[in-house]
């Protein structure tokens, strides 16, 4: 069984196949719901709450309230991953429509998502790769 967690408070983020996580920008906040399957890059919210193309949003654990946003970067969110007893990191785009995930374990990028992960590969290798 796969599980999604808040790297900070261990919190279980995934419901229902769905991970659920609080989001907001300069005029805007609210709850939404990913896909787990990773690349998959539906995204589901109340109809009220309107995400643009193009905005970038800052998310958080609807649990512990700790950003998920990665050190160093404007673009990017993080939260963890457990499949079949491995943990691993995930980070994802923080900005709508654009279609970005990585797998990383152990310092290694796994596995990445989206016709734009190419955008943040050198990024992300000098972060996780010591």
Not at 32 to 55: A, C, R, T
Request: net charge negative.
């Amino acid at each position: 069984m796969t599980k999604f967690f808040c790297p900070h408070c261990n919190g279980i983020l995934s419901v229902n196949n769905q991970i659920v996580m609080t989001v907001k920008n300069d005029s805007k906040k609210g709850l939404v719901f990913l896909s787990q399957h990773l690349g998959d890059y539906n995204i589901w919210h109340h109809p009220d709450f309107v995400m643009k193309e193009g905005e970038r949003f800052d998310f958080y654990c609807p649990i512990c309230g700790a950003t998920l946003t990665v050190n160093g970067s404007e673009s990017l969110a993080q939260i963890g991953m457990e499949e079949d007893g491995q943990k691993f990191i995930i980070v994802f785009s923080r900005i709508k429509g654009e279609h970005c995930t990585y797998k990383i374990k152990d310092q290694n990028i796994e596995a990445r998502f989206g016709e734009h992960s190419e955008s943040y590969i050198d990024f992300v290798s000098a972060l996780f790769y010591k």
